[in-house]
């Protein structure tokens, strides 16, 4: 991954943001059918090839596809990935192998460019643990994170973690190292099915989905994409992983995610994988299929179904409090 994808221009919502995605009083009307029909004026808005699931949930609770665009298309995960590599690290704390405690060392050898906090240290040497590397992986898509992961979980038992969890075509790339990877490739259906089975507590074991739920619901993730047009509390609603970079097909611009009603319960997924684009080099909420993502999300959320009585599965997220210290 090179320092190219560093991508973060901002992460609020300004006055020319604002006006340039829809509204919630612009929105159109709640439901499937208007779900597709924005969705396939926003694909076509922003070109590029699009491979896209999405479901909600039924009256049983079953979620149902409503968008399945070439949904079992094998791509380049790039960060979105970090969800699945994150989740073979807590099958391992699962395991009683590893604990979110465990400390390792972050020296200067590891550390990479692009998104992240770490490479802005400018000093290095800390200790820091596997909750640290974790949070700092998901919220903000610390690249140098992703190195320390293999560092405790090598490539190879993380594809082998996720074929044990039923995963075919999400797997990361192994290297020489065997501590480290690239970050390999997914599918929208397996997305899907890795962010019910979180959104539901059964992909692991409750406390570690809660914590990773915990990490991807917070405020002060990415807000550039779907999450962009929304009030505090409605993206606390809303666990997002971003992913952008680049190939020979042009640019990429991925998101995938699942929201929640009020009380917790998961009622709708969204992988929403985009390649072939224009406009390289803005990894910013200009680049048109971020936009369309904010678009989508905002239609999303207004469509979200009832939340069904007998749901197995609710948590809610810390409530944001602003703290001025002390």
Not at 107 to 112: G, Q
Not at 168 to 181: D, K, L
Not at 196 to 210: A, F
Not at 228 to 239: D, G, N, Q, T
Request: aromatic share 6%; glycine share 8%; net charge neutral.
């Amino acid at each position: 991954m090179s320092a190219s994808m560093s991508r973060r221009s901002a992460l609020g919502i300004g006055a020319v943001a604002a006006a340039a995605v829809s509204s919630p009083a612009s929105a159109a009307p709640a439901g499937p059918a208007s779900v597709r029909k924005v969705y396939a004026r926003e694909k076509r808005r922003a070109g590029g090839v699009w491979h896209t699931h999405i479901a909600a949930v039924d009256r049983r609770g079953v979620p149902k596809p409503i968008v399945e665009d070439d949904a079992d298309h094998v791509t380049h995960g790039y960060s979105v990935q970090k969800l699945a590599v994150a989740t073979a690290v807590m099958d391992k704390i699962d395991r009683g192998e590893l604990t979110l405690g465990t400390k390792l060392d972050l020296p200067a050898s590891i550390i990479l460019g692009g998104s992240g906090i770490y490479h802005l240290h400018r000093v290095w040497g800390d200790e820091i643990t596997v909750a640290n590397f974790l949070t700092a992986m998901l919220l903000v898509s610390d690249n140098t994170a992703v190195r320390m992961c293999g560092r405790v979980v090598p490539a190879l038992e993380i594809n082998e973690i996720l074929a044990a969890k039923g995963f075919v075509h999400t797997r990361v790339e192994p290297v020489a190292n065997p501590n480290r990877f690239f970050l390999g490739t997914t599918t929208p259906r397996e997305m899907h099915d890795l962010l019910w089975r979180l959104g539901t507590r059964t992909l692991l074991t409750p406390e570690s989905c809660d914590f990773l739920l915990s990490v991807t619901r917070w405020l002060n993730g990415y807000h550039d994409g779907v999450r962009r047009v929304m009030s505090s509390k409605e993206r606390e609603r809303v666990a997002t992983k971003y992913g952008a970079d680049f190939n020979e097909l042009g640019e990429s611009r991925h998101e995938a995610g699942i929201m929640f009603s009020a009380d917790g319960a998961p009622l709708l997924t969204y992988a929403m994988f985009a390649e072939g684009l224009g406009d390289p080099e803005n990894y910013g909420a200009t680049h048109p299929a971020v936009e369309a993502h904010a678009r989508i999300g905002r239609a999303l959320f207004d469509s979200l179904p009832a939340a069904p009585a007998a749901a197995a599965a609710r948590t809610l997220p810390q409530p944001f409090r602003p703290n001025h210290g002390g």
